[in-house]
C-alpha cells in the first residue's frame, strides 16, 4: 500500500484543501458500504483505535487525514478545528501564527519559512512515519497571497531537502484580473520561479474561470452536510448539521 501526505498552506489551501477532504469521504462513502478500511482508503487516511493507535484493517475505527496544515493566520485553522472536518485533525497537525505574511511573498518565504522552518519538518516527519510506503506530497496553495505563495514555496523546497525521492504535487490557485491585492503579480512571479525549480507536478487552477462558473450558477455555490447520514458507512462520530460556502 502507498500513501500521499497532503500539506495545506494559507488561507486559500486551507479553504481548498477541506473541500478535498469533504469529497473524498463523500466518494469512500458512496463505494465504501460496508465501513471497512481499506487500501483506497488509507491513502490518505489513518485509521485510530481508542488508544490512538494506527488499525491497519478491519471496520473503521476515527479516520484522521495524512495532513499537515500551515497558516499565518489563526482564523481558518480556528474554523477547521470548530467545522464539520474537526475530528480528522488534531491540534498538533496545524501550525499557525496571528499576524499574517501582509499579502508579502518574502515576509511568508523568508521570515516565517525560516522561523517556521524545524515545526513544519517535525510535522511531516510524524505524518510520514504513520506510512507505509510514502509516494507522494500535494501541497495546495495559492500564488497570490503572500502565505500561500511565500510560505507555500518555502516548504515545497523544503520537502524537496527532506524527503528528495518522494514526488512533489502542487496545486496552485492562480489570482483574477480584478485581485485587489496590488502585489499578487509580484507573488505569483516569484512563486513561479519556485514550481519550475521545485516541483515535480504542478495542478494550475484558474481563479478567473472559477468566478465565471460561479457566475453561470447564479453567484455561488453551497455544500449542505448531513453529517450523521453522511458519514455513517465511514465509521466517524458527527452530530447535527452546518453550511459552509466557498
Known sequence: ???SIVVQVGQCGNQVGCRFWDLAL???AHVNQMGIYDEALSSFFRNVD???ADSTGGKINALKARAVLVDMEEGVLGEILQGPLRSLFSSTQLIS???GSGNNWAVGHHTYGLAYREQIVDQVRKAAEH???LQCFFLIHSMGGGTGSGLGTFVLKLLEDEFPEVYRIVTSVYPTAEDDVITSPYNSVLAMKELTEHADCVLPVDNQGRHKVLEQR???ISWLYHQEGLYH???TRRGGEGRETF
Open 26 to 28: 463523500r466518494e469512500h
Open 131 to 133: 506510512c507505509d510506503c
Open 97 to 99: 501564527d496571528v499576524s
Open 233 to 235: 458507512h465511514l465509521g
Open 218 to 220: 447564479g453567484g455561488q
Open 1 to 3: 500500500m502507498t500513501q
Open 50 to 52: 481508542q488508544r490512538g
